[in-house]
């Protein structure tokens, strides 16, 4: 089924343009004005108030003013052993939140560890270990009341000094790839045993739902200051203690993870299941397999493969759940390789347009009919990309990029650029390879037909399991790679995470003597990513977000390709109440088992 609205249309339709104009109705230059001290405190945020927090960040969007649809009681009954199956995965390398890099681990991490706050499919940042807070006047003062009475799964307990010890870990970069996160914090102080204060350099809409939050943010996922010290950090990866609703008891690496109902949970009415088995599962065709033959009961990890969506929807024994999913993919195209090369991003684009390196980049992405692209590779589902800002941002999403880019489709410019290149027909040209995961294979056959079929380039696959695949990402092993990103909300996932010079996506493990920058390097872009990100007029920070992607754009910081959808498939005996279908998330502890 797919999730959807069930009022008239007519109706439906003026609730959302009420509850649209309510949001936007602030002044730019303050938008907290009208929000008050209790508006910003927790336990909870109301609705009207994240609506108002989203629309002064730009990044409201209709799907975001969706009433909750289908809300029905989680049964009664409990327990059990839910079996689930990770997509396009061989093994899961860590749930330490500090080194996680890929949607799918803290998937996992989500059910094991626990933040300050968790979001709920609203965006409505609720209390995790915060039992409640209070914000300042000027918006820069958070004080957190902590939840007492909390164990981790080693029965140490939870105090302020594990906040603390958890920011200091995050903010240091030798220990935590999402140290930037924090980057606007100035400073925590610890006010009580279960007492903190976080002090801002400036008012942050998103400190709540993205810094403190237990899963996208990652930087402020509480850890176990006694288990890292007994286990080692490579050991707590593989079993990570937190004060999660499940622990973890058994896992090696290329194995199943087996969690457990952790029975001194804070909220004795979670979680339902006795237990959840996680497996690893690669290829599309054994996963839906299992799936059907009700040896899983859920899929998650990576997206399911777009071939098999519409044979699970007419499967009368699964359920199909399709919610927007904020993200971007891509092939991304190593300018340290020939015949690609560019060795400086940052002179204007008509004089890069005139260097080989870059034609052959622009021909490669003006080549790829996307909306050809997305029928035969994704089923139709999926929106065309040209930039990292995606549809889920709200205003910030320029939907006139398609027809200005300079990789909007254009068979005969590409061809011509290859030709100017000193490749016409594509003669002469070298066989590059296209590193992919074997969940992405069919994905890149399409690419590599199209663009034999364009500019008459010919593509190998190079197929490697995600986490091998990712190490030669960041170390810029590869010609090409097919790869993008998920869970991003607001702009700074998808520039501060990718386009920077020093975004943690951007080769962060190459050999710096030979490749002096990563994927991607611009001042200009730099300076455009550091100013969006600390401007608080939403109108000027849309201005220079939209110079950014679009200078990426045009300049191929990679060829882009679509912007997904969230698909959830799950068994008919999956009770997985609405309150847990965050879209990138498989939240299990409120999820129950029939029959």
């Not at 739902?209 to 176990?224: F, N, P, Y």
């Not at 593989?238 to 952790?262: C, I, N, W």
């Not at 059907?292 to 098999?308: Q, T």
């Not at 060829?559 to 959830?568: I, K, S």
């Amino acid at each position: 089924m797919t999730d959807s609205p069930r009022l008239p249309r007519s109706k439906f339709r003026a609730s959302l343009r009420d509850r649209w104009n309510e949001a936007h109705d602030f002044d730019p230059a303050d938008p907290l004005v009208g929000l008050s001290r209790h508006d910003l405190s927790g336990p909870v945020i109301e609705r009207r108030t994240v609506l108002r927090l989203l629309a002064a960040s730009g990044v409201l969007t209709a799907a975001h003013l969706l009433p909750g649809v289908g809300v029905r009681p989680a049964r009664a009954a409990a327990g059990g052993t839910l079996r689930a199956g990770w997509a396009a995965v061989g093994e899961f390398r860590t749930i330490d939140p500090a080194q996680i890099n890929q949607v799918l681990l803290f998937q996992i991490s989500s059910n094991v560890l626990s933040g300050l706050t968790h979001i709920n499919p609203q965006l409505q940042a609720e209390g995790d270990l915060a039992v409640d807070w209070t914000v300042d006047d000027t918006g820069t003062q958070y004080t957190f009341n902590l939840r007492e009475g909390v164990t981790f799964h080693n029965g140490d307990p939870f105090t302020a000094d594990d906040v603390i010890f958890t920011y200091e870990r995050s903010s240091d970069p030798d220990q935590s790839i999402h140290s930037r996160v924090l980057a606007n914090v100035a400073g925590i102080e610890k006010l009580g045993s279960h007492k903190v204060r976080f002090s801002l350099k400036a008012p942050q809409a998103s400190f709540l739902v993205k810094t403190l939050e237990r899963s996208s943010g990652r930087a402020m996922t509480i850890v176990s200051r006694g288990a890292l010290a007994s286990m080692g950090a490579s050991d707590y990866g593989l079993r990570a203690v937190g004060t999660g609703p499940f622990r973890v008891t058994d896992h090696k690496l290329g194995q199943s993870m087996t969690l457990e109902r952790f029975e001194n949970y804070y909220d004795p009415e979670r979680p339902k299941l006795d237990k959840i088995v996680i497996t690893p599962i690669i290829d599309p065709e054994p996963l839906a397999a299992a799936i059907e033959a009700g040896d899983i009961h859920i899929i998650g990890g990576n997206p399911v493969a777009p071939e098999l969506v519409d044979r699970f929807e007419a499967n009368p024994d699964l359920n199909v759940s399709t919610v927007p999913a904020p993200g971007f993919q891509g092939v991304f195209l190593n300018p340290w390789r020939d015949p690609m090369q560019v060795s400086d991003f940052s002179k204007p684009i008509e004089e890069l347009k005139r260097e080989p390196g870059f034609m052959v980049r622009l021909a490669i992405a003006k080549a790829i009919d996307r909306d050809l692209y997305i029928r035969q590779a994704q089923f139709g589902r999926g929106t065309p990309a040209y930039g990292t800002i995606n549809p889920a941002m709200g205003f910030y999403f320029d939907d006139t990029l398609g027809e200005t880019s300079e990789q909007a489709f254009d068979m005969e410019a590409a061809r011509k650029l290859l030709a100017d290149a000193g490749f016409p027909n594509g003669d002469g040209f070298p066989t590059l390879k296209i590193l992919c995961t074997p969940a992405a294979r069919r994905d890149c056959l399409v690419i590599k037909n199209l663009l034999k079929k364009s500019i008459g380039i010919d593509i190998e696959l190079d197929t490697k399991d995600f986490p091998v695949l990712l190490d030669e990402f960041q170390t810029m092993n590869f010609d090409l790679c097919r790869l993008g990103s998920g869970g991003d909300f607001d702009p700074d996932d998808g520039l501060v995470d990718w386009v920077q010079t020093e975004s943690k996506f951007n080769g962060r493990k190459r050999n710096k003597d030979e490749m002096p920058f990563g994927l991607f390097s611009d001042p200009e872009v730099d300076d455009l990513v550091a100013r969006q990100s600390a401007t608080a007029d939403v109108e000027a920070r849309r201005t220079l977000v939209q110079k950014a992607n679009r200078i990426t754009s045009d300049k191929v910081a990679q060829a882009f390709l679509f912007h997904p959808a969230d698909v959830q498939v799950t068994r008919k005996e999956v009770d997985f109440p609405v309150k847990s279908r965050i879209p990138g998330l498989v939240d299990m502890d409120r999820v129950t088992l029939s029959g």
